[in-house]
């Protein structure tokens, strides 16, 4: 798996997690409590920081970075990641900040200083512009995103529930 340290940084991953040898895990980028990060994944956290919570998986094909400083924000956009959070296949973080209990859906992009509430569910192939910042509690859709409903008791259950099932699906791989 390759692990890689940027300018003396160099990425904390904790003992439980899983990642996948063909992801790729750069500078500064911390992974909480049983992260899984699978194939072809790349976690760039070069210019900025990346946080990720306990139990999020990240799939297939995603690419998650950050926006270092600039005049008008000295602090840059870094990349936070609640817990128990499922990023679907080929999804675009970019300096964005997300809650706990959210899906981000397969081919979504999701970028610079968006935030996204607790449970929430961004549709497939959706587009979060940057600045936007989605309730707790809806199912947003479309390029760009529009809040579209209120997430329904079940639904809202099946957000912890992906975390587990990806949990379990690691542990089969280990």
Known sequence: MPIRPFQNHVPEIHETCFIDNTAVIIGRVSL??????????AVRGDVNHIRIGARTNIQDGSVLHVTGARAHKPEGSPLIIGE??????KVILHGCTIGNRVLVGMGAVVLDDAVIDDEVMVGAGS???????LQSGFLYLGSPVKQVRVLTDEEKAFLKQSAVNYINLAQEYQ
């Open 32 to 41: 909480a409590e049983q992260v899984n990060v699978w194939p072809l994944v």
């Open 84 to 89: 128990d959070v499922t990023v679907g296949h």
């Open 127 to 133: 587009m979060v512009p940057p600045g936007k910042h």
